[in-house]
C-alpha cells in the first residue's frame, strides 16, 4: 500500500483525543508471565501485530512457530519454549533469520537447555527440546540487546534453583529490563536488581491479580512530534498515560521540552502542547541508549523544524527490523539538503543554511514500522509519500485513522 498524506492547515477547534493501543512491551511480557502464572489477568493488552503474533505462537500446537517481524516476541518464546515440556520450531520473517540470538541461545544451553540451530549459527530458525531448567548462575553480556536478558528473566521463577544473573558489559536500554523486573515485582515475585546483578527466586504461584497495561509510550512519541510541529498553542490529548511509568519512553516529555512541547498529566492521560515564544534551538545532542525506538521520531522533528541534530547511542540500531541508522541516512538526506554523518552508533545532521524542503517526500520503510510512523508527520511540511505504508500494524494499526482525526487527506496511490 502506498499513501499520500497532506494535512489541512486549518485552525484547529478543539482539541483532539487519540486513544492508543497498551504498551507492546508491557504486554508481551505479561503474556510470557500468564503462561507461568494463569491466574494472571490482563487488561487493555497491545493490539499491535507483535503482539497478536505473541498470543497466536502462545495458542498454537503446532510444531513451527513464526513469529513474522517480531523480535521482543522472538527472543521471549525461545526462553518459554526452552523451559516447557514441548517441542518446538521457532521461526520469523527474512529479517528475524539476520536478527542474532546467539546470547540468548548460550546462556540458556549454559542452563541445560537443548537448541539447535536450523540454518545459520546465532540466527533463527531455533529447533528447540524444552526440559526442566534448574537455574543457577549465568553471565551475559548486557550491551547487544535488552531483550535477550528480559527473555531469561522472565522464565526464571519456573527454575528450581532460581537464577543469578550477572551483567557483563555496558548495560544497554536499561528501562526495559527495568520493565521487566518492575512488572515481576508487581506481581509478587522476588527480583532484585542491584549493581551489574540481578537475582530471581523459584516461585510456582502468585495470588490473584489484574494489570491493567498502560497505552504504548513508543507510539505517543509520533504524536510528540507531530505537536511539535503545529503552530504554537496547538494540543492533542492522548488517554491512559500515567506519570509513573514502567516505560522508558516515557522520558519523551524531557526530550521533547527541549523540542517545544509541554506535557500536561491528567486524569485520563497527557495533553501535549506546542509551546507559545519556543525559538528552536540551533543545535541538539541525545544519548538514546535508553530510548533506541524513540531515534527516527526525533530524527524527524529536527528535520521540520530545521534543528542540527547528533543522536549516539545509536549500536542496537542496526539489528532492529532494518538498519534504522542506515534508513535514516537515505530518507532523511530527500527532505531538505543537509550533511548527514553517520557511524556505528551515531547520526549527525547538518542543514545548509536556507535549505528548502523538497515538494514531494518520499519515504521508503525497509519493512519497519517506525520508518512510516516516524516520517509521517511531515505532511504538516510537505507532500508525504510512505511506500509500504502497511508496516505501522507491527506496533500501531490504528496510526492512518488518527491522522485522518486531526485533518491529514490521506490518499491511497
Ligand atoms: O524489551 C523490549 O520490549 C524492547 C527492548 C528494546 O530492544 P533492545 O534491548 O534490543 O534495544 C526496544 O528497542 C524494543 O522495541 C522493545
Ligand atoms: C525494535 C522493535 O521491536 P522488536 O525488536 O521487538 O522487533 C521496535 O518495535 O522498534
Known sequence: ??????????????????????????????????????????????TSDDTQHLQEALESTNEILDIGHAGTAMRFITALMASSDLQR???????????????????????????????????????????????????????????????????????????TLRLSGKLTSRPYLEMTTGLMQLLGLDVTFEGQVIKVKHQSHITDREIVVESDWSSAGYWYSWVAMQPAGYSVQLNSYKDSSLQGDRALVEIYEKLGVQTTFNLTGIVLTCMTDFEPPHYLEFDLTSQPDQAQTIFATCLGLGINLKMKGLHTLRIKETDRIKAMDVVGSRFRESKILTTTDTIEITFSPDSSITQEFIVDTYQDHRMA?????????????????????????????????????????
Open 373 to 413: 510512523l516516524a516520517f509521517a508527520p511531515l505532511c504538516c511540511k510537505t507532500t508525504v509519500i510512505i511506500n509500504d505504508a502497511d508496516v505501522v500494524t507491527k506496533s500501531y494499526g490504528e496510526y492512518y485513522k488518527d491522522l485522518a482525526a486531526v485533518k491529514v487527506d490521506i490518499t491511497e496511490i
Open 1 to 46: 500500500m502506498r499513501l499520500q498524506l497532506q494535512a489541512s492547515s486549518s485552525q484547529q477547534e478543539q482539541t483532539p483525543i487519540i486513544n492508543i493501543t497498551g504498551s507492546k512491551s508491557e504486554s508481551n511480557r505479561l503474556l510470557i508471565l500468564q503462561q507461568l502464572f494463569p491466574n494472571l489477568q490482563i487488561k487493555n493488552l497491545s
Open 89 to 163: 520450531t521457532v521461526t520469523g520473517s527474512d529479517r528475524m533469520k539476520q536478527r542474532p540470538i546467539g546470547i540468548l541461545v548460550d546462556a540458556l544451553r549454559y542452563l541445560g537447555a537443548q537448541i539447535d540451530y536450523v540454518e545459520n549459527e546465532g540466527f533463527p530458525p531455533l529447533k528447540i527440546k524444552g526440559n526442566q531448567l534448574h537455574g543457577g548462575e549465568v553471565t551475559m553480556d548486557a550491551g547487544v540487546s535488552s531483550q535477550f536478558l528480559s527473555a531469561l528473566l522472565l522464565v526464571a521463577p519456573r527454575f528450581e534453583n532460581g537464577l
